[in-house]
């Protein structure tokens, strides 16, 4: 069994601001850090902090010398990254005094991901390998269906959620990692998790769901099978990675066979860590720090 991240690159420009930017306004900022990032990078960093062995399949630009280097000093293999004449994808992240964000996402060389360079990728794995996927990249609804084919497992974190995912077929995805806004969006219906959760399990009866609910933790579903678990209470400095490292933490334990509910305990310790800490990529625990942490 393998774990195949197939996922976006992204430099981060993190401003920091007491409240974000209004319509109309210009707002002065004291501080501005550059990190790599991307929610697939991320991913992967924390799938591999966590204890896996991942490969990372994506497009970077002539700059993406530095996002490279910090997958490979992480111990993620990029074999089967390919660099392009277009610049690498990029955000503009405000961070306000609570540790809240919002995110600018330009898609750059994730968005030229074509049917060609997928099928390559996914020629290298077979049933039973992970392959990890979210919606900054290009050509996703192919990715899918390939994978499937296969016999790959598919994790989904839709996010961002938006018109691209139509073309979808979800019906192929084995685990959904999403939040409570996305968990509205993919189930058509209101944000209340237990009908969010009952609307997901009738139109995709066959795949688990993990939801997060921010301070008030995470639900699991499968079938019959349903869990929750609470969040661990720190000084939230930074929330731009918490999503993508439960997702990582999460991925890995249970590509272990441990029991879910350790799996949304250890997931949501990651993620605690994460936030108290500043940068996407940078904020991501070891899984010695994850263990040792008395939170």
Known sequence: MRILDFG????????????????????ATGRRDVYPGGKGLNQ?????????????????GPEGGLLLDVCREAGVNTDYVRTVDVASGHTVIQVDRKGQNCILLYGGANQRIDEAYAD???????AGDY????????????????????????????????????????????????????????AGGSEDPDEVLARLGEKYPDAAVVLTLGSEGSRYQRGDERYAQGIYHVDA??????????????????????P??????????????????AGAVPSIPTIDEVMAAKL
């Not at 390559?120 to 077979?126: A, G, M, N, R, Y």
């Not at 929330?239 to 441990?258: I, K, P």
């Open 8 to 27: 976006s690159f992204n430099i981060d420009y993190v401003y920091q601001v007491d409240h974000m930017v209004r319509p109309g306004e210009t707002l």
């Open 44 to 60: 992967a960093v924390a799938c591999v902090r966590a204890g896996a062995k991942v490969w990372q399949a994506g497009l970077v």
């Open 120 to 126: 390559e990728v996914l020629s290298h794995f077979s």
């Open 131 to 186: 392959v990890i996927l979210q919606n900054e990249i290009s050509c996703l609804p192919h990715i899918v269906d390939a994978a499937a084919a296969r016999g790959m497992r598919v994790v989904l974190n839709p996010s961002p959620y938006n018109e691209a995912l139509e073309a979808v077929d979800m019906s192929k995805v084995s685990l959904f990692l999403l939040n409570e806004v996305e968990g509205a969006q993919v």
């Open 237 to 258: 400095k930074d929330t731009t990675a918490a999503g993508d490292t439960f997702t990582g933490y999460f991925v890995w334990a249970v590509s272990e066979g441990r």
């Open 260 to 277: 879910v509910p350790e799996a949304l305990d250890i997931a949501a310790k990651a993620s605690a860590i994460a936030v108290s800490r």
